[in-house]
């Protein structure tokens, strides 16, 4: 079974609109944590935002902000007014366990396009 | 922050060779680091975790001969390709862990291409 799924391959979007890139995910895991990062072309791996199981408020970093309802399993990013060096694929990935254990497991991605 | 290094960024081979990858923490000691693998347009897969002192622990799928990992100091995991074939041609990229930091640290990957 599909631990993480992001069901958007690719998303278009205008510059200076919001986005948001959905991310749900499936555990019997009590501690868990939830992360976003970015991969432009280049293939390098950015972090953007990291959510923990317990966190009551939504995580939250710049232009960067998870909306996490944990009841539906889904931690969503959301980029407000896009850019287009937002351009890049986005990758939601779960680490399930305890904080030291660090693997992570990702989602197919979505592909976000900012157009001007 | 953290700077993870990978070395080389792409790499061309023949058939048959075999290409090593390392992967440095060149600010922290990583007693665990993890290497992936990702085909084009797709999502990384994780192919082991390398453990200092200890044997790599590998998924499900993955040969252990075929994708040797060695972790011998607290700063530097290699990724051993061994006999490739051009299916083994691919992204790899390693991340490692820092005690008491929640995120990952990524490699700037490497491009294989096996001919």
């Known amino acids: 079974a599909q631990k993480i799924t992001q069901t958007q391959p690719g998303m278009f979007v205008q510059e200076k609109e919001a986005v948001t890139l959905d991310c749900t995910y499936d555990t019997s895991d009590q501690s868990y944590g939830l992360f976003w990062y970015k991969q432009p072309s280049s293939g390098e791996m950015i972090f953007l935002i990291y959510?923990?199981?317990?966190?009551?408020q939504n995580a939250t970093e710049g232009r960067y902000s998870l909306n996490f309802q944990k009841a539906r399993k889904s931690a969503n990013l959301v980029i407000s007014a896009s850019q287009l060096g937002d351009s890049a694929m986005y990758l939601c990935a779960m680490r399930e366990g305890y904080q030291g254990a660090q693997k992570l497991v990702f989602g197919q991605g979505t592909r976000l396009t900012i157009n001007p | 922050g953290a700077v993870v290094s990978q070395h080389p960024s792409r790499v061309i081979c023949k058939s048959g060779t075999s290409v090593k990858i390392e992967c440095r923490s060149l600010d922290f000691q990583a007693t665990t680091m993890f290497w992936y693998r990702q085909f084009p347009k797709k999502s990384l897969m994780l192919m082991a975790t390398?453990?200092?002192?200890?044997?790599?622990?590998?998924e499900q799928g993955v040969e252990k001969d075929k994708f040797l990992i060695n972790h011998a100091s607290l700063t530097l995991s290699t990724l051993t390709v061994t006999s490739a074939h051009p299916e083994d041609s691919s992204f790899y990229i390693c991340s490692a862990q820092r005690d008491g930091n929640e995120k990952l640290f990524f490699g700037s990957g490497t491009q294989l291409s096996v001919l």
């Open positions: 959510q923990g199981s317990y966190d009551e």
């Open positions: 390398s453990n200092e002192g200890s044997k790599a622990t590998y």
